[in-house]
């Protein structure tokens, strides 16, 4: 039962059997292997949050495993797994912590029992509402080329890709993407990303004047999401915008105040 506590109860509380630790609504699974540095901002770093949330890596999950258009069976196993066990630890909702997850979203839902939020992509369609019918969206993800091609803007509820606009890593959009997280080259340069990310936005925004709102698909791009702003002047939605509100949806607080 979720239920909001200012002091602790005056009876017995249960305990879940298996369960070792409480207070943690959201539950992130990472890559197995991150092959980068985990900047504050970004998904895969705890400081990035105001409320506690619970990691858990995966073994299989890899760039190559995972950003590419078709499924991993080892990959979908694990987080089936993994979120069962965030269930277990009570956590309300289960974040992938890739937008290429989203190619997964509909199997693992099945399994749980807790809302899955597996890419950042997720917020698209609501995104697409809340713009007119003639303007697009700029979609800045880890790799351009592989997007389009799975299966993961689908099972986000996008089915006309008319109204996105696609760039990212796996080309020459976002360099230090594609130079160096894209092959686990074991670091990279943050403010180089963000130049890179800022760079890309104000080509997209030159070659296509009717995107109104941009959408970085990365769990290393909410960082640069402030500098996008700055230079484009539209909404920036990231995947921290999605676990934030996910957040406030699982774990509402009673108001105060007075009238």
């Keep these: 039962m979720y239920v909001y506590q200012k002091e602790n109860a005056d009876k017995k509380i249960m305990n879940a059997q298996g369960r070792y630790f409480g207070g943690v609504p959201i539950g992130i699974i990472l890559f197995g ?22 990691y858990k890596a995966i073994p299989a999950a890899s760039i190559p495993n995972v950003v ?19 269930e277990l630890q009570g956590c309300r909702a289960i974040i992938g912590a890739c937008g290429y997850f989203g190619n997964y979203l509909t199997m693992v839902r099945k399994e749980l029992k807790v809302p899955c939020f597996f890419s950042s992509l997720m917020q698209l369609p609501m995104i697409l509402n809340s713009i007119p019918e003639n303007k697009k969206v700029g979609v800045i993800c880890a790799n351009g080329n592989v997007l389009p091609k799975s299966n993961v803007l ?4 996008v089915h006309d890709l008319s109204r996105l606009v696609i760039k990212g890593g796996g080309g020459s959009d976002v360099p230090e993407m594609t130079n160096e997280i894209l092959i686990d080259s ?6 180089q990303l963000e130049r890179d990310v800022v760079a890309c936005a104000l080509q997209m925004v030159e070659e296509e004047p009717e995107i109104a709102a941009f959408m970085l698909e ?39 105040g007075y009238i």
């Design 154 to 157: 689908k099972n986000c509820g």
């Design 218 to 256: 990365c769990t290393l791009y909410p960082p640069c999401s402030y500098a996008v702003q700055e230079a484009v002047r539209m909404p920036v939605y990231d995947f921290i915008t999605l676990i934030d509100w996910v957040q406030s949806a699982v774990v509402h607080r009673p108001f105060f």
């Design 33 to 54: 292997v991150a092959g980068y540095t985990l900047p504050p901002g970004s998904v895969e770093n705890a400081t990035s949050f105001k409320y506690p949330v619970h």
């Design 68 to 86: 590419q258009p078709e499924p991993h069976p080892e990959v979908l196993a694990q987080l089936i797994e993994a979120g069962k066990e965030m």
């Design 186 to 191: 074991g670091g990279y340069n943050p403010k």
